[in-house]
């Protein structure tokens, strides 16, 4: 079992940066996908991004593109990881609650962008960008 807690939200200019961190508690990280998606005001939850904790590899959303980073730190005590997003040039746009997922690795890989792939979720995280 995976637990996942999200931090780092905040309220921010248009033109700011903010990281987003997952605190990933559980001793199989290794098999998962973990993933960022966003529920912005009154819209359905939208996939932003994804990494493969075994390799690293990564997928992202056409929208955010260039502007979002997802990162794992990879450490070697596998009871406490942390998933990372770097959110660059933020625009109003961008306001939502930001959600950290895990899935098992065979279940997501080919079908990263679809909600129903990942089996734990954080509380989300809110994310305001003011103009």
């Known amino acids: 079992q995976v637990r996942l807690q999200e931090s780092g939200g905040a309220l921010v200019q248009a033109g700011d940066s903010l990281t987003l961190s997952c605190a990933i508690r559980?001793?199989?990280?290794?098999?998962?996908?973990l993933c960022w998606f966003r529920q912005p005001p009154g819209k359905v939850r939208e996939f932003i991004a994804s990494i493969a904790w075994t390799d690293g590899m990564t997928t992202y959303a056409d929208s955010i593109k260039g502007r979002f980073a997802i990162t794992r730190d990879n450490t070697r005590d596998t009871a406490n990881n942390t998933v990372s997003l770097q959110m660059d040039n933020l625009t109003p746009e961008d306001t939502a609650v930001y959600y950290c997922?895990?899935?098992?690795?065979?279940?997501?890989?080919?079908?990263?962008?679809?909600?129903?792939?990942?089996?734990?979720w954080g509380r989300g995280t809110q994310v305001t960008v003011s103009s």
């Open positions: 997922g895990a899935g098992l690795t065979e279940k997501v890989v080919g079908r990263e962008k679809n909600r129903n792939s990942y089996l734990y």
């Open positions: 559980g001793r199989t990280v290794g098999y998962y996908v």
